[in-house]
């Protein structure tokens, strides 16, 4: 069982039906998954800059084609909880639930429960810039703002995870401080290890931690390593997560971006080609195998017991 807590399948769906290919979830996403033994994905609705020109409407239509493609497929189903997925994984069904990366469909706070009807249990407050909600790494002197903690006390009360990822080192840090609820960072590594902005600083990722969440593996080659990055510099930096959160707080989080943002082969940015790899990584841990479990699903689920 492995589960990978960021993958930008919606969008890439909508894009591929605009493009004539309405059955992608079928023909290009789900065997990967299922080659890679991933049993629960966390698809993350993330908006380009033509979507955000109307972010409501384009998150909701991301959702509904997620929908209309799981719902003529009989092996993946929307899940909400730790008990759906596990019931999917009972079906053999590779159990899906739903994040927004980036907060910017919340145009009025009520919206907040309209995403939640919708199946969202998890919100990152921005991308890389800034928005109404927060600073994002790109917007390093920006915190959280007032309608930022009013969203995160709205999240609080729904019992909603807030994903830190792609916060600014201000906004992250406030939010640890004022959010009520569970933080995670589902896709993010060790600035310490790779120092990049998108990464977290140690004193983050402990605090993560501490707080009782979990911390997301990234594969990005950019946030693994700053030299030259292999699967070698990933296990490194999955080594170095362990050892700054401990066992119980780091996942996997892979991020895609080539298969799920595809560009000319030279611009590639993943150190693992697809999902299709990632039982062979995990297989390929130096790690007991108590561990790997942890850090495959044990974690996650752990975290997803509590919505």
Same mark, same amino acid.
């Given at each position: ?39 629960? #994905? ?36 929307? #899940? ?127 605090? #993560? ?61 993943? #150190? ?36």
């Amino acid at each position: 069982m492995i589960i990978d807590a960021h993958a930008d399948i919606s969008g890439f769906l909508v894009r591929q039906a605009k493009s004539g290919h309405c059955m992608a979830l079928e023909e290009a996403v789900l065997p990967n998954l299922q080659t890679g033994g991933i049993t629960g #994905v966390v698809n993350a609705v993330y908006l380009d800059k033509q979507e955000l020109n109307t972010p409501k409407a384009s998150a909701l239509r991301q959702i509904e084609e997620l929908r209309r493609q799981i719902d003529l497929s009989q092996d993946m189903a929307i #899940v909400t909880s730790a008990g759906e997925l596990e019931a999917a994984y009972q079906r053999d069904q590779i159990g899906v639930f739903l994040s927004l990366e980036g907060a910017e469909p919340i145009e009025e706070m009520t919206d907040l429960d309209v995403f939640y009807e919708a199946g969202v249990r998890m919100i990152g407050l921005t991308w890389n810039g800034a928005n109404r909600y927060a600073g994002g790494c790109a917007a390093p002197h920006f915190g959280l703002t007032n309608q930022g903690i009013e969203l995160l006390d709205r999240m609080a009360r729904k019992n909603m995870l807030l994903d830190l990822s792609h916060l600014s080192d201000p906004a992250t840090d406030e939010a640890l401080e004022r959010f009520q609820g569970l933080p995670i960072a589902s896709h993010s590594n060790a600035r310490s290890y790779a120092d990049h902005v998108r990464n977290m600083t140690d004193e983050q990722l402990r605090r #993560v931690a501490e707080r009782g969440g979990v911390v997301g593996l990234n594969a990005i080659s950019l946030f693994v390593s700053e030299l030259f990055p292999s699967v070698e510099h990933l296990q490194r930096q999955l080594d170095y997560l362990i050892y700054t959160c401990g066992e119980d707080h780091v996942g996997f989080g892979f991020d895609f971006c080539d298969r799920y943002f595809p560009g000319p082969k030279e611009d590639g940015f993943d #150190v693992l080609a697809g999902p299709e790899l990632a039982y062979d990584f995990q297989e390929s841990l130096r790690l007991p195998g108590r561990i790997k479990d942890k850090i495959a699903w044990q974690n996650w689920l752990r975290i997803y017991e509590t919505l």
